[in-house]
């Protein structure tokens, strides 16, 4: 049974930092991609920053330069932690974040959008 427990969310002020822990647990495709994607209200939900099985990151490209995804148990992700280090944080990256596995891999770096895994999400708020 796929596990995806998030952790970290909060709220802060314009320019400040957040890290996001995603604990992972029985998920064991050997070549995956995990990931975290958001969604404000009233809105679409988007990818965020995708990881791959292979090491290759990926990014949309409001939050390139600002977020970094990591993890912390590469070669056993069924039992793996993923991270999403936030800085510069503006007030449109407020949203529930959720982190997501299952996803295809696509192309050189990216992963597709459709997930079979998510977590139950965390907030994040960012005031002006």
């Known amino acids: 049974q796929v596990q995806l427990v998030e952790s970290g969310g909060g709220s802060v002020q314009s320019g400040g930092s957040l890290r996001l822990s995603c604990a992972v647990s029985g998920y064991t495709d050997s070549n995956y991609c995990m990931g975290w994607f958001r969604q404000a209200p009233g809105k679409v939900r988007e990818g965020v920053a995708f990881?791959?099985?292979?090491?290759?990151?990926?990014?949309?490209?409001s939050v390139k330069g600002r977020f970094t995804i990591s993890q912390d148990n590469a070669k056993n992700n069924a039992k793996n932690t993923l991270y999403l280090q936030m800085n510069s944080l503006k007030p449109e990256d407020t949203a529930m974040y959720y982190c997501?596995?299952?996803?295809?891999?696509?192309?050189?770096?990216?992963?597709?959008?459709?997930?079979?895994?998510w977590g139950q999400g965390t907030q994040v708020t960012v005031s002006s």
């Open positions: 990881i791959r099985s292979d090491g290759r990151t990926s990014y949309r490209d």
């Open positions: 997501a596995a299952g996803m295809s891999q696509m192309g050189y770096e990216s992963c597709s959008a459709s997930a079979k895994y």
